[in-house]
């Protein structure tokens, strides 16, 4: 009876039958106790519930654990990874939606069966902002049930497709996909869904702006989902609802909205916390109370830092990053137009804090990573020989793929280390010292930059972000063709003067405190502006500059820094580099009094790097812009991703990547930057040096020697590169233009 009022919509009365049926149950057949809590958690998580759903759940899969019931076992991890997604819990979903993939497959289940886990772990990426990859499983699973039976799962398949494209903006395959998402669910006669893909709908109409009509339609759904007792629904409606008002300018139906979330009791995710928070913050700004819009601001970012999310594997991290994101607009603005300089530096850094903050203990190497590696480097090898557009390179291709998802996703679940805590302002005053911090974020098509120095915080005038944005575009471009042998002179003179006119309007970027200052600076910049060449910059010549992620993120490197020790270098040379071994060589010539290992392999590489405190790269590079940790460097028999480098069980404290590239990255939703240089300061490497463009092999080979010769001599990276790249007549070397420090 239950089931059926459950389908029918009646929530109230299905879950006193559940109950019911649990209560007589008891401890009597386990078996059928499990079936009654699997339903029960079913609807404790529709009605906003997950926690309880948690529980329910875990009392199942403790009753049957004894038994011989795999697809049971299947049912109850599979509603387990439902549950603790909607908790907010997403390491803890994913791994328990591989669990229940397995015992599916273990007793030879549908695919129909497998592709509504797939819908559901796509709800789970969605919710940690892999939208790609949401994308690309919540589509293959609606494609596979649409040649099912199951209406009611194709269904849901096609809701949560709908919201993953929404959250793209992709407004024709969101609306395709909530026309398949309510024909299924009236053929499936399960009408009382049917509000909820009215509630996406508005959403897609939102996508052409807010209007006081929306707003309406919002609050009348959000009413429809209460009496259908879709609570977690109805405050998203709730939610909606809010925003749209207070968009369109009807502070009075915001303020409605929000207090009927408050009213409604319903358990809320660290997500969830962060939106409703967000949404308080904007109202209290419309409604003129700037201290309570400061402290909305300030609790919505403690959700997302006090989530578990905060201490998962970084690339995790990185995507859900997205979601303190949300808050930048309305914090910088609520700081700049309160002239609190040192509220603004605090703002950006816990903006970014979430994807930024190096892991604070290291997990050991996973042997199933370990073996999807070396299988992928075995792929590489064999598909580097194969012909093009053969049957066989089509394979490896397809298998190249499938073994990148199955080693993004083991190390997601296998190597979650806790990421580092916080660092207090006092505290960063302290281990600045003489060191000025730059900090910048972009506002309404303006960089609004702030610095801290000597413990003191002021704004400087806001720029034109746009005239920047080009400006970097013609400095990588005119970098870029220093590096290749000029065709003639007038060629290599024309680069010039494109360098020097993008570096003086770059140099517009560099404070006025910090050009009178001198000395070292740290810079803490948006996704963009991280392509900058600083060395270039007139005000920053001969200067220490690093660049990191976040304060906190440069504290971390820092302090590993000061207590770092330099007794051992890794060399590495790649192939089809012709100065690969003599930049080797003149590197390892600085380190008389040092163990010294020159290597080539792959294998030997992974086994030095862990007791190396000195690392580097002579070596080809590739940049992946579809997935930057799958940059690799390459070796004689073969390449290093990230993924390689994170199982080692140490890392050294400076790593010199000369190859062409890598230290590109990848914006994540405009604040998270992914690339391999990038990465490894979240692997706990203190300094990584590298080009932000191609280089030239020979002209760098007297660099480097230089750079090395520094770095023994004790200099810290950022320091070596300023001396590095000063030529004897004190003129900038050419071949330096490209390189950056990382971290500190």
């Not at 220490?544 to 820092?558: D, E, I, L, Q, R």
Request: net charge neutral; with cysteine.
């Amino acid at each position: 009876r239950g089931i059926v009022r459950h389908r029918q919509g009646d929530l109230r009365s299905a879950e006193a039958d559940y109950r019911a049926a649990v209560a007589r149950i008891g401890d009597g057949d386990p078996v059928l106790l499990a079936r009654a809590l699997i339903n029960l958690s079913t609807l404790d998580v529709q009605r906003g519930r997950p926690s309880g759903a948690v529980r329910g759940l875990e009392r199942a899969r403790t009753a049957i654990e004894d038994r011989e019931q795999p697809l049971l076992r299947a049912f109850v991890e599979h509603n387990l990874g439902v549950a603790l997604s909607v908790r907010g819990d997403v390491v803890d979903a994913l791994a328990a939606f591989d669990r229940a993939d397995r015992s599916y497959r273990s007793v030879g289940d549908s695919r129909t069966r497998l592709a509504v886990v797939s819908t559901d772990r796509a709800a789970t990426m969605l919710s940690a902002g892999l939208l790609g990859e949401a994308d690309r499983e919540s589509s293959a699973a609606l494609e596979t049930l649409d040649a099912g039976e199951l209406g009611a799962d194709r269904a849901e398949a096609a809701l949560l497709a709908a919201r993953v494209r929404l959250a793209l903006a992709d407004r024709a395959r969101a609306t395709a996909a909530l026309d398949v998402a309510a024909e299924s669910f009236e053929h499936a006669g399960r009408t009382s869904w049917l509000p909820i893909v009215d509630l996406l709908r508005v959403e897609v109409d939102a996508l052409d702006g807010p209007t006081p009509a929306l707003a309406r339609r919002a609050r009348r759904v959000a009413h429809a989902l209460e009496a259908a007792k879709w609570d977690r629904p109805a405050r998203d409606a709730l939610l909606l609802c809010g925003r749209l008002a207070l968009q369109a300018g009807s502070v009075g139906a915001a303020r409605q909205a929000f207090d009927g979330i408050v009213r409604s009791g319903v358990e809320r995710s660290p997500f969830d916390q962060s939106a409703y928070w967000l949404a308080r913050a904007s109202l209290a700004e419309a409604e003129g109370d700037v201290r309570a819009a400061r402290r909305a601001v300030t609790r919505g970012l403690r959700a997302l830092w006090d989530s578990r999310l905060a201490r998962s594997h970084f690339e995790l991290r990185a995507h859900a990053s997205r979601h303190a994101l949300a808050f930048a607009d309305l914090g910088y603005r609520l700081s700049v137009d309160g002239g609190r300089a040192r509220e603004f530096i605090e703002r950006v850094d816990i903006v970014n804090r979430l994807a930024s903050l190096p892991t604070s203990t290291r997990s050991p190497a996973d042997p199933h990573v370990r073996a999807l590696l070396e299988e992928l480097h075995g792929v590489r090898l064999r598909s580097a020989g194969s012909d093009p557009g053969s049957s066989d390179a089509v394979a490896l291709e397809r298998r190249r793929r499938e073994l990148e998802r199955s080693i993004a996703n083991a190390a997601r679940l296998g190597l979650a280390s806790s990421a580092a805590g916080a660092v207090s302002t006092g505290a960063l005053i302290d281990a600045l010292g003489e060191t000025s911090l730059f900090v910048a974020a972009i506002l309404d098509n303006t960089i609004h930059r702030a610095v801290l120095r000597r413990g003191r915080a002021r704004f400087e005038e806001g720029i034109d972000a746009e005239s920047i944005g080009a400006a970097i575009d013609s400095q990588l471009l005119a970098v870029a063709r220093q590096q290749r042998p000029a065709r003639s002179k007038e060629s290599a003179e024309a680069s010039v003067v494109l360098l020097e006119a993008a570096s003086e309007e770059l140099d517009r970027l560099v404070p006025d405190s910090i050009r009178r200052a001198g000395g070292p600076v740290v810079v803490v910049v948006p996704g963009r502006l991280t392509s900058v060449c600083w060395g270039t910059l007139p005000s920053l010549r001969h200067r220490p500059v690093v660049v990191s992620p976040s304060w906190t993120a440069w504290h971390f490197a820092h302090r590993r820094r000061e207590v770092a020790t330099t007794s051992r270098v890794l060399l590495v040379a790649g192939p089809d580099l012709e100065f690969a071994h003599a930049e080797c060589s003149t590197a390892a010539a600085r380190y008389p009094d040092r163990m010294v290992d020159v290597v080539s392999d792959v294998a030997t590489t992974r086994e030095k790097l862990a007791v190396a405190d000195i690392a580097h790269f002579a070596c080809h590079g590739t940049f992946r812009r579809d997935n930057p940790l799958f940059s690799s460097l390459l070796l004689e028999d073969g390449s290093l991703t990230f993924y390689d480098l994170e199982q080692s069980a140490r890392v050294p404290h400076t790593v010199v990547l000369s190859a062409c590239d890598v230290g590109r990255t990848r914006s994540l939703h405009g604040a998270a930057v992914l690339g391999l240089a990038t990465s490894l300061l979240h692997l706990g490497v203190a300094s990584v040096i590298a080009p932000l463009t191609r280089v030239n092999d020979a002209r760098s080979l007297d660099l480097m020697a230089r750079l090395h010769e520094r770095l023994a001599a004790g200099d810290d990276p950022a320091t070596a590169l300023a001396n590095a790249a000063l030529l004897p007549d004190g003129a900038l070397d050419p071949a330096a233009s490209p390189f950056v420090c990382f971290g500190s």
